[in-house]
């Protein structure tokens, strides 16, 4: 009985070195993760609950800084265009990115290999770079529009005008990621078993039937996936409108995108309690946008 006992012990000692253990591998993400994400939260809602003024200095008033980011017609103006820019732009980045995997996928594009490759490497060209490049071509007087009308007499549209900008910054995020999509498409493509497509074409099935029948089914989850990545950068915009702000600033405005607008007012209005707050308030939006979609994509797929 004794022996029995002192097994038992050295047993639970085992089982807890071994729990320890594994703590260990992960405390070194774990420590990462709660300094670079958890703590900037933090202090990002504790910020949120503080007004500073300039008489009076800084003061806690609880929700009150929520409810002004419900009342502000400029954060609903700057959701309102990310909203519109993802109801337009991500649905065109995707169909791009299917008809590209879809062409790869079928073994009859020459050089795909090489055309897989010109597809992706817009995604490794910086945003700064790439929006700088494209905001020269966009230039009516120093660009490539510029060159256009004059070299055809012609009068084109002003790409960065305020009432084209949106569609210009769109363009620019699709160039950017309609590699990254089709990379994720192309993927999911490669691990569908080849026999289905024998079965099919020995069935008479047509290219549009098994694309129908087989690769669009597979693709579901992968464009799932897709799709939220994408309703995440829409509502994070910001690289582009803060490059093209440097270029044309009467096309940008200082709430022209969620993100934007917080920035403005931490570094150019030195609202640093406000701009805490509009941007815990986009990222519970975000996350519930994200979520309901995840939601209804895992409905459709039972």
């Known amino acids: 009985m004794v022996s029995e006992g002192y097994s038992d012990v050295r047993g639970g000692r085992a089982v807890r070195r071994r729990s320890w253990a594994g703590w260990q591998f992960v405390a070194p993400f774990m420590a990462v993760f709660a300094l670079v994400f958890l703590a900037p939260i933090a202090y990002s809602l504790y910020l949120s609950l503080f007004r500073t003024r300039l008489i009076g200095g800084t003061s806690f008033v609880g929700a009150d800084n929520y409810l002004k980011v419900l009342q502000d017609p400029q954060f609903w103006s700057a959701f309102g265009r990310v909203a519109l820019f993802l109801v337009v732009q991500v649905p065109i980045m995707l169909f791009l990115a299917l008809l590209v995997a879809l062409a790869i996928d079928s073994g009859r594009l020459y050089g795909s290999a090489f055309f897989r490759i010109s597809v ?28 256009v009308n004059e070299a055809f ?36 493509l490669r691990v569908v078993n080849p026999s289905l497509y024998e079965a099919a074409a020995l069935d008479g099935a047509g290219q549009f039937r098994i694309i129908w029948a087989i690769k669009l089914p597979a693709l579901r989850g992968a464009l799932l996936i897709a799709t939220i ?70 409905r459709k797929a039972v």
């Open 153 to 188: 007499g012609l009068s084109l549209p002003d790409p960065l005008s305020p009432d084209l900008i949106l569609a210009s910054v769109g363009n620019i995020v699709t160039w950017e990621f309609v590699g990254y999509n089709m990379l994720i498409l192309y993927s999911a």
């Open 120 to 147: 992706f490497l817009p995604y490794a060209v910086p945003a700064v770079v790439a929006t700088l490049m494209w905001g020269f071509m966009y230039g009516t007087r120093f660009g490539l529009i510029g060159n």
């Open 229 to 298: 990545f994408s309703i995440i950068g829409s509502f994070q915009l910001f690289n582009e409108p803060s490059i093209l702000k440097t270029i044309v600033p009467n096309s940008i405005i200082t709430y022209f995108t969620p993100n934007y607008y917080a920035y403005s007012l931490s570094f150019q209005g030195q609202q640093f309690n406000y701009s805490a707050t509009v941007a815990i308030v986009m990222g519970i939006i975000t996350m519930v946008v994200a979520y309901l979609v995840q939601l209804r994509g895992m």
